[in-house]
């Protein structure tokens, strides 16, 4: 017997070896050529003078929202089993919940792609010039839209009325008030590295501890977002490059063509901007008709008026699963959001714990 | 049989280095697909997507509104039915036969008493278990495309046949799909390494060919429920199935790679371990069958 | 067959005179010692049997001389290399049949042969199925080659795990109860090949529980029990061990007794008159001498045997009675 237990060894090395590699590759990374010191404004200047509007790249989003998965309950595989009404209400919700892979492929401000890899599914959404497709393999359906001629340019031509330092100047400004802004210590993301932008809010009552903003060192390309809940080390919203190209993809990527069988549907814009793409990247899109705004920075509280037909939100029985009943309504409470359902059908949503949001309410 | 009537001089030659043992594998394999069980476990594969086109074809409402959406595409493009039969398959079928064979790599050999004979060929026992576990590999290559290949063949037999619509929505042409077909075989065969090896591994710890199958089968749907577990989440990247069904990353536009890249290290990772593991026991073993 | 003697064959020079030696071989499993201390010499171009009731430990000894198992304790050397060290050199020239044949029951007899064939490195590839057919043919299953080995007899997988033995030209061949299962017939054609081996000048290492079998065929022997060597060497070294009986027939049973007494034998009691007399003889005495102080007596000898004892005697001796499973 102990003439063999050296035939042991490989068995007993081989998951060291691994470990070793996986670690090593951890260290590795983390070891990557640090970017030279710069300070908030630089970095803020770096990303604003950003030129890259050519690449393609993989994307991990994942969320630790407190809320339970609601894929099961009507995601991404469900979605053709709900009205179109409530689908959009549930693709929303689990575009939050959820963690996704997308791969965006852009090649100048008017051709992008976005694809929401799923389970033997995805959906698409392509802009090629003035053509607006969203795609969604699962239920074999496409809706097709035409820009209006403006839109294209629209938001380029503000940014590009702005120097970066300008711009950099500007937004510190607008969030000094409220926020402070620091370097933290270089990251690697998708194999490159980068500035760590951390935000950090003043206010006490607001329920977001920071955001971290990952930038490119080389190209000024925010790389990851992570947004940091009250009370938690783990980022309760991140999205982030897992791969990224600079080299421009291929055109036939943004040539789209519905396959034979599809069922599309034309819709006019700009009436609802609901293209899944974006709705996912900004955590309080607030892009509803005819918000109020109360409050200011990270204590901001949005409330939307009682005629968006609050029986479309209250009957619906995923979210009495997931909201609870408080004084007044119902509240829903994530880790980074609240929103409240006030029994006259107000909505109202904030960063904020939901005794901010009662006390909005009431006034 | 002695029609060349060598003479009694040149049969007692002997090769004066050891040969690589190439001989041996194809022997081995001679072996594997001259057994009746190999061809009925391949004949039940094929059946699989035969079965699912039947069905479909009889059945011959368009939508179900069940099951993974190309099932219902298999009626617009009759190529989809391989696709379709190697997910039923997946889970359970494919892992049952690979069970077969990578349980009874060694255990049935020792259960027919032939392990001592071939031990003292001799081959050596590293080279026997290599020889067994490229062996197992070779019947999950011969396994898959079994499935892809009767796929296509019924799909083209009762569907319509033209270029194929992805996930990404893109449509591409016949041959390209064909391609892809291929690549999802390959997928598939890759995901099956790591299964091979613990069932070679399993293999070695018994004499009874019939427990290691059933052992190795069991761990292949143990792994896929704790995968399908939420409570298990921090495991489900380290599962051997946890990729199995990612093959759809190969119907994206373009093909999406880092699954298959993922899912190759992963079953690297699992060779290694449960090969050096079944190398620790085998060679340590006492034959005694 | 071309008879080349002992000497010429591929032994290498720096090879002892033994085949197999084995010093203080032990194997235990768990707290069961069922090898113990084996000191065992095969010489070169012996037939050796190797002999000892079932569960003596002869079958985990052959295991470890080919490297099935491992030794617990003790060193095995196999046509002077060290085993199992030398594993892969020395057992390409080592042909064997372990504990009763084994071949996958679904392919044919030949296709058994070749599988295993293929599996010996140093076997060459171009010859096999000359090698095959002929190894088949000298154990007499030519006719059934092609059938598949589930349907053979148990007599006809013995005769084909001998087949495997003799596929390559070996300098050991170690047959484990090589007749279990052959009819009379079978028996002798095994018992000739093993001859004609040992002619060729093959070291052939012969197990059995059968006594009579190792009486016809070897030119060695040792004795195991329980898990010991109890004796060893050459059949007439393994004869001269044992004792030689004077066998006196002759109605006066009684007389002759006293006789033997007077010279010093012990006849003991006679069953009845008319019985022989037996007693053991010692070297001591000349048998002739008897038979004249007998005679001179007036004993009416009818017959007068030296009887020297059968190895069966010995083996009786030396393993007890029981040819039973020894625990």
């Excluded at chain 1, 705004?293 to 204590?299: A, C, F, N, Q």
């Excluded at chain 3, 007596?297 to 004892?309: E, L, W």
Aim: charged share 15%; hydrophobic share 45%; aromatic share 6%.
């Amino acid at each position: 017997m102990p003439r063999t237990w050296h035939r042991w060894i490989p068995a007993a090395a081989a998951p060291v070896a691994i470990g070793a590699v996986v670690l090593g590759g951890v260290f590795a990374t983390s070891a990557s050529a640090d970017p030279a010191d710069k300070t908030p404004q630089q970095v803020l200047e770096l990303a604003a003078s950003s030129t890259v509007d050519t690449f393609s790249g993989t994307i991990e989003q994942s969320s630790n929202l407190g809320l339970p998965d609601v894929s099961g309950l009507g995601g991404s595989t469900g979605s053709s089993s709900d009205s179109s009404d409530g689908s959009d209400l549930t693709s929303a919700l689990e575009l939050l919940t959820a963690s996704h892979t997308l791969r965006v492929y852009v090649d100048g401000p008017t051709q992008s792609r976005v694809q929401i890899l799923d389970d033997m599914a995805e959906r698409d959404a392509i802009r090629n010039g003035d053509d607006l497709w969203l795609y969604d393999s699962n239920d074999s359906t496409a809706v097709h839209s035409t820009l209006p001629a403006d839109a294209s340019t629209a938001p380029d031509a503000s940014a590009e009325s702005l120097t970066p330092a300008e711009l950099a100047t500007r937004f510190l400004d607008a969030v000094d008030p409220s926020t402070e802004v620091t370097i933290g210590d270089p990251v690697t993301v998708a194999g490159r590295s980068a500035y760590d932008l951390v935000l950090t809010p003043d206010s006490s009552t607001t329920l977001v501890s920071s955001v971290e903003i990952a930038v490119d060192a080389d190209t000024g390309l925010p790389l990851s977002v992570d947004v940091f809940a009250q009370g938690s080390s783990d980022a309760a919203f991140h999205v982030a490059f897992t791969s990224l190209s600079l080299d421009t993809p291929s055109a036939d990527l943004f040539d789209f063509t519905p396959p034979a069988g599809t069922d599309v549907t034309e819709k006019a814009l700009p009436n609802r901007d609901d293209a899944p793409a974006d709705g996912s990247v900004a955590p309080d899109a607030g892009t509803h008709p005819e918000p109020t705004v109360t409050g200011t920075g990270w204590d901001t509280i949005v409330e939307l008026p009682a005629s968006t037909d609050p029986s479309s939100l209250t009957d619906s029985p995923m979210l009495s699963q997931l909201t609870t009943s408080v004084d007044g309504g119902h509240v829903l409470q994530t880790t980074l959001l609240t929103v409240l359902i006030t029994d006259d059908g107000r909505v109202l949503a904030g960063a904020v714990p939901v005794e901010s949001l009662q006390a909005a309410a009431g006034k | 049989m002695s029609s060349s009537d060598p003479t009694a001089a040149s049969l007692v030659a002997r090769r004066t280095r050891r040969s690589l043992g190439v001989g041996f594998f194809a022997s081995e394999l001679a072996v594997l697909f001259r057994r009746r069980r190999t061809w009925a476990m391949l004949l039940a594969l094929a059946a699989v997507p035969i079965l699912i086109a039947v069905a479909v074809r009889i059945s011959s409402s368009g939508s179900s509104g069940r099951g993974p959406a190309f099932i219902d595409s298999i009626t617009q493009n009759g190529l989809f039915v391989g696709i379709a039969g190697l997910t039923i398959a997946i889970p359970l079928f494919l892992p049952l036969t690979v069970g077969v064979v990578a349980g009874d790599s060694i255990a049935g050999e020792a259960n027919t008493a032939t392990l001592r004979y071939l031990l003292v060929s001799p081959v050596g026992r590293i080279r026997l278990l290599v020889v067994k576990y490229l062996a197992a590999v070779v019947f999950c290559l011969a396994a898959t495309l079994t499935l892809s290949i009767a796929g296509i063949l019924i799909g083209i037999a009762l569907f319509p046949v033209g270029p194929v619509t992805l996930l990404s929505g893109d449509t591409v042409s016949i041959g390209d799909s064909l391609v892809r077909s291929l690549l999802i075989a390959l997928y598939a065969t890759v995901s099956l390494l790591g299964l091979s090896a613990i069932g070679l591994f399993i293999s070695t710890l018994t004499d009874a060919p019939v427990g290691a199958m059933a052992a190795t089968v069991v761990l292949s749907i143990v792994a896929q429920v704790l995968d399908s577990l939420s409570q298990t989440e921090w495991l489900h990247p380290w599962l051997f199935s946890h990729y199995w069904l990612d093959f759809a990353d190969l119907l994206r536009q373009p093909i999406e790679w880092s699954s298959f890249g993922q899912n190759a290290l992963l079953q690297l990772g699992y060779v290694v371990v449960f090969g050096a593991l079944a190398y620790g026991r085998f060679s340590s073993k006492d034959i005694l069958s | 067959m071309i008879d080349c003697s002992g000497a010429g064959s591929s032994a290498p020079a720096h090879a002892s005179g033994l085949a197999i030696e084995t010093t203080a071989l032990t194997k235990r499993f768990g707290r069961q010692t069922v090898v113990d201390g084996l000191a065992l010499s095969v010489p070169r171009g012996s037939v050796f049997g190797f002999l000892g009731p079932n569960g003596s430990g002869k079958t985990t000894t052959i295991r470890m001389l080919l490297g099935l198992a491992q030794a617990s304790g003790g060193e095995i050397s196999v046509l002077g290399e060290r085993m199992p060290q030398k594993l892969g050199s020395v057992l390409p020239r080592v042909g064997a049949l372990i504990e009763g044949p084994g071949f996958s029951p679904f392919l044919s007899g030949s296709a058994n042969l070749r599988r295993l064939d293929s599996a010996d490195g140093f076997a060459p590839n171009g010859t096999r199925s000359a090698r095959v057919s002929r190894a088949l043919d000298r154990v007499g299953l030519g006719h059934a080659a092609d059938k598949k080995v589930r349907a053979y007899s148990l007599g006809m997988k013995q005769r084909l795990g001998i087949a495997n033995a003799l596929l390559a030209p070996r300098d050991l061949i170690v047959l484990d109860e090589p007749t279990n299962g052959l009819d009379p017939q079978g028996t002798r054609e095994v018992r000739s090949l093993i001859r004609s081996l040992a002619d060729e000048g093959t070291t052939v290492f012969v197990s059995s529980h059968l006594l009579a079998e190792i009486e016809q065929m070897c030119t060695h022997a040792a004795v195991m029990r329980a898990g010991r060597l109890v004796a060893q060497g050459t059949l007439d070294e393994l004869r001269s061990a044992g004792t030689t009986r004077v066998i006196v027939t002759t109605p006066d049973a009684d007389a002759a007794a006293q006789v033997l007494r007077t010279l010093g034998l012990d006849p003991g009691h006679p069953d009845a008159p008319g019985a022989a007399v037996t007693a053991t003889l010692p070297e001591s005495i000349e048998p002739e001498d008897i038979v004249a102080a007998l005679v001179n007596a007036g004993v009416r000898v009818r017959g007068f045997a030296v009887d020297h004892a059968s190895l069966e005697d010995l083996f009786v001796a030396l393993t007890g009675e029981g040819f039973d499973v020894v625990q």
